[in-house]
Each structure stands twice: as structure tokens, then as C-alpha cells.
């Protein structure tokens, strides 16, 4: 991001007031009634509120002397980052999803999504990724990109940056919030630098302790303070079947998406996914994987194309 938004977002964290009470809050296919919606330009759409203000001593973590988002040199793998693509198949998917997303927002709030799976290999991490880069390359939008799979996390591994300081190490108060976030720094790649319009924060190393980092209330706390300054925070999580770390971050986002995978996902898994998050706002889900075979040459494209990560 540029010196103007760095400069900007010091003005907006000093500016916010003080005293915020805590409150609790597939490819690609979201599930969502047609007769219930209408399509939404994203120009059309109203920005999410922002949060009201700031607790004191999140002031100063987040202002620290460093005063700016550190920029890091990634090595991105592109090979699993087609959102950087300007066209194809897989890059159009996630921009429908994209759209999907603004178009839900024209309903409810919707800027804070959770990103979880019920096992295992199914390409959450992947579609995570590429969502945040999707968004973050549309109409300038400031996107955050947060792992929050600290048993296993591996988005660190797509942007080609350190993990470290992460998630973990603010949760359990370790980090203070600025130092865990980083901006693209690299070569002059015109299609790399499309990197820039992203924030990022990596799992950092939990282990066991994971699970109460996850529940401990900071995460909360960083959501609300960060939701004023991004336009989109899209957050990786750990498989929901597995281990509860989802369930509790899913409690300070908006929306939660599961990712299924074709010829992965059992049914009787994904029934359970969802009931996992009963209490949460669950979105719908992204197919991933499949095999079905799309007509690229009706966008102009080079052929058909298997849709798959």
C-alpha cells in the first residue's frame, strides 16, 4: 500500500476515540436463495459501518514507534495465486464469488469472513487466498489477509513470506498488533506489485495452545479495532470437525464460508460443518476441486478448463 494509506490509517487510529466496550458479535458457489436477492453493483453498495472507537492500550499497540505496516520481501507461488491472473477460468470464479460476497453485503453487514473446512486437504488455505487477493484488487479495496490456523498454518507458504510474528504471538499478548502485520515488498513484476493492495498476518506457532488462544477475547479486540481500516478482513481457519479454534473466531466475524472439496468431502462431514456453526452466520459454501468442465471460449479464453486448485 501506498505512504498516503499508511499515513491515513495513523490518522484514522488517532482520531478513533476511546472506551469501546467489548461485544460479542466452493470451483466457487455461495449458497444463497435467487428469488431473495438482487444482483448489486459493488459501487452500490454502502460501506460497512466502521467501529466507534478504541480501547486505550489498543491505541498504543497497534501506534507504535515503527509508526507503519512493515513491508517484507514475499516470493508469492503463483501457481496456487490465480486471483493475480487478468483472465481465465479460475480467476472469473473468484471474482463471481466476489461478487456473490458485495452482493450479500447490500443485506447485512458483511465485512469480517471466516474461512474453515470440515477436514483437512480440502483447499481452504487456497481459497482463502485467493478471495483476499480477488477483493483486494477491486476498486482499490484495503484487504486483510489473517491466518488464523495456528495449529497448521500455511498461507504464509502461498504469500511466500515468514509466518512469524503472528496471530499467536498478539493473542497471547507476546506481539503488539502493528508488528504482526506486513505488506508486499518485491520485484517490479507488474503482476506481482498487484500484491501491494494486501495486508497480512501470519499463524505464528500456538501449537496446543491454540485453542485458547482462540477463545481468550483478543481476536475479538483485533477484529474490531482493524474493521475501520479495512474493507475486507478474510480470515483461514482451522477444519471445524476437528478441533473448536474455528467456532470460536467464527464468534467475532460476520459471515463463515466452508469449503468443500469434490470427491474429498463425505456428506455426512459437511452436515456436520455446518452444524458446527449454528450460531454463526454461515454464509454458504465454495466448492473446490471440481471436475466440471467450463467453456472458456465463450469469454474469449484459450479453451475449456478443469476447475480445480
Known amino acids: 500500500m501506498s505512504k498516503i494509506y499508511e499515513a491515513l490509517l495513523r490518522a484514522e487510529l488517532d482520531r478513533l ?21 438482487k444482483i448489486a453493483r459493488p459501487e452500490e453498495v454502502d460501506a460497512v459501518p466502521a467501529a466507534h472507537g ?13 509508526g507503519a505496516i ?13 486471483a493475480l491472473d487478468r483472465r481465465g477460468t479460475l480467476v472469473e470464479q473468484f471474482r463471481s464469488l466476489r461478487s456473490r460476497l458485495y452482493e450479500l453485503r447490500s443485506h447485512q453487514p458483511l465485512k469480517s469472513i471466516l474461512i474453515s473446512s470440515a477436514m483437512p486437504q480440502e ?7 485467493n478471495l483476499a487477493m480477488c477483493l483486494a484488487m477491486h476498486q482499490n479495496s484495503k484487504v486483510l489477509l489473517i491466518d488464523g490456523d495456528m495449529r497448521r498454518y500455511t498461507l504464509h507458504k502461498i504469500i511466500g513470506c515468514s509466518s512469524q510474528p503472528g496471530l499467536a504471538s498478539y493473542l497471547s499478548g507476546d ?30 506457532n500456538a501449537s496446543e495452545k491454540a485453542g485458547d488462544l482462540a477463545a481468550n477475547g ?22 471445524v470437525c476437528l478441533v473448536s479454534d474455528a467456532t470460536a473466531l467464527a464468534r467475532s466475524s460476520d459471515g463463515v464460508l466452508l ?51
Open 17 to 37: 476515540s476511546v472506551g469501546l466496550e467489548d461485544q460479542q458479535p466452493e470451483d466457487i458457489a455461495a449458497r444463497t436463495s435467487a428469488t431473495e436477492l
Open 54 to 66: 478504541l480501547k486505550e492500550d489498543l491505541t498504543y499497540s497497534i501506534f507504535s514507534p515503527r
Open 70 to 82: 512493515s513491508r517484507r520481501n514475499w516470493n508469492p507461488d503463483t501457481s496456487h495465486l490465480p
Open 123 to 129: 483447499g481452504k488455505s487456497f481459497i482463502a487466498a
Open 175 to 204: 506481539t503488539q498488533m502493528l508488528d504482526i502485520m506486513q505488506q508486499y515488498s518485491g520485484t517490479n513484476d507488474p503482476n506481482l506489485r498487484r500484491l501491494e493492495a494486501l495486508t497480512f498476518i501470519g499463524g505464528g
Open 218 to 239: 483478543n481476536f475479538s479486540k483485533l477484529i474490531q479495532t482493524l474493521s475501520s481500516l479495512f474493507d475486507w478482513i478474510i480470515i483461514d481457519s482451522s477444519p
Open 259 to 309: 469449503v468443500a472439496r469434490e470427491g474429498v468431502t463425505q456428506a455426512a462431514d459437511a452436515q456436520r460443518a455446518a452444524s458446527e456453526f449454528r450460531s454463526a452466520n454461515l454464509l454458504g459454501f465454495v466448492l473446490n476441486g471440481s471436475r466440471k468442465t467450463i467453456k472458456d471460449d465463450y469469454y474469449g479464453y484459450d479453451g475449456p478448463y478443469d476447475k480445480q486448485e
